[in-house]
């Protein structure tokens, strides 16, 4: 029986995956060998990055590459990949958390939505409310004028029978004088004094009719008028964008309460995450500005102007270079002043006067009995925007106030910053800002419609 003919390509196909199955079993195995050689792949080459087994190492393509042992080398290698993966780990660390950070910035911005929308429509209800009750009033007003009627109708009934009256005594009279002769005369004397009227003509109602003017005249700026009445303006508005998770701000954002409680709120580029501090909503950042702090008899105070671009991501440090620019007191009589190498005053001052030229680049602290000042230097006031800071440690009834002079009204609104630390002995301090008030537990600051950025601290320890 003769062998079938030979299949050349068939024997190709299955020469070439016997092949691959042979590689393929080969690099499952631990000992791993050459695919050009089948010897164990024991060395490493340092040139080319590659395994190679004994005889490739001898080949031309490797004879002078250094070479090591495939199990020191893949020990180096782990060793030097070591700092790229803990890069790429501590990259996909940062990443995870500014992905949890982000969804609370998510969440937090639904939450600030949800609230918000109830803000508005609480304070549209408001506005709604005395809307209606206004016009229940006027309504109520335009009622009683309704009363007017009840007059004119009782007129009109008195006139009647008035009229009726005079009727009859016409119908009388033509009768007896339609008589003949003898009867008439007969009967004159009597119908003569019947024909006298002694009844006065009727009058006519003056200021009858309803004061249409008075009830519709202006009615929407009246109404507009009397709700100024109820409202309030206040300039200096908190952001809860920057205050610090210590501290929980009012409704209408002129309250600021340190509760000791860390708040749930993202920690964004624009929150105090150190200092429990928070930022008004705005400032201003020209024009000549001047305000007074009542210091009173606190220990421990700082006022003056700082730059808007002072850190909120750790401990503040007072100085010109850093954006202070601040007058204080230490020690109850040690005071300092940026720009001042001696300030020495006759008497303890009760308030403090702070004017600031603000594109002339300087500023002036003023008490009872001084007057003290300068330029910017190095970090000038240019640029900045004012900011008042005030620092005291003391008992509750030992309070630290401050009102504003009107040196000017600026067009933009103030940026505040309200810092407070707990006092021995007190849960939490509450700062208040209202159009003419900010309240701080022990300090009571009066505050015009001045437009800068105030710093408000109360703290036991020197920082």
Sequence with gaps: ?????????????????????????????????CSLHGEKLLLFCEHDKEPLCVICQTSKKHRN??????????????????????LIKEKLKRFSEAEQQCKKTAEHIRSQNQHTERQIKAEFEKLHQFLREEEEARLAALREEKQRSQIVEQKIKDITRHSSSLTDKITAIEKVMETEDTSFLKSYKNIKERAQCTMQDPELLSGALIDVAKHLGNLKYRVWEKMLEMVQYTPVLLDPNTAHAYLSLSDDLTTVTYTGIEQKCPDNPERFSYCVDVLGSEGFTSGKHSWEVKVGNKPKWDVGVVKESITRKGAITYSPKRGFWVMMLRKGDDYSAAGVTDLTLKRKPQSI?????????KWIYEEE????????????????????????????????????????????????????????????????LNLRHFLLNFSLLSLLPFHCHVIIKDMMESP
Aim: aromatic share 4%; glycine share 8%; proline share 6%.
């Design 1 to 33: 029986m003769e062998d079938p003919p030979l299949n050349l390509a068939l024997r190709s196909i299955v020469e070439s995956y016997l092949k691959q199955k042979t590689e393929s079993e080969i690099a499952d195995k631990s000992d791993a060998r």
């Design 65 to 86: 590459h250094p070479v090591s042992p495939v199990e020191e080398a893949a020990l180096d290698l782990k060793e030097e990949l070591k700092p790229a993966l803990n």
């Design 353 to 361: 006067r702070v004017q600031l030229d603000y594109n002339g680049g």
């Design 369 to 432: 009995l001084g007057r003290y000042g300068g330029h910017g230097q190095g970090a000038s006031p240019r640029g900045t925007k004012p900011k008042l800071l005030l620092r005291g440690r003391g008992q509750l009834k030992n309070s630290l106030t401050a009102s504003a002079l009107t040196a000017c009204y600026s067009t933009v609104m103030s940026q505040i910053i309200l810092r407070s630390s707990l006092h021995p002995g007190q849960d939490y301090i509450d700062v208040i």
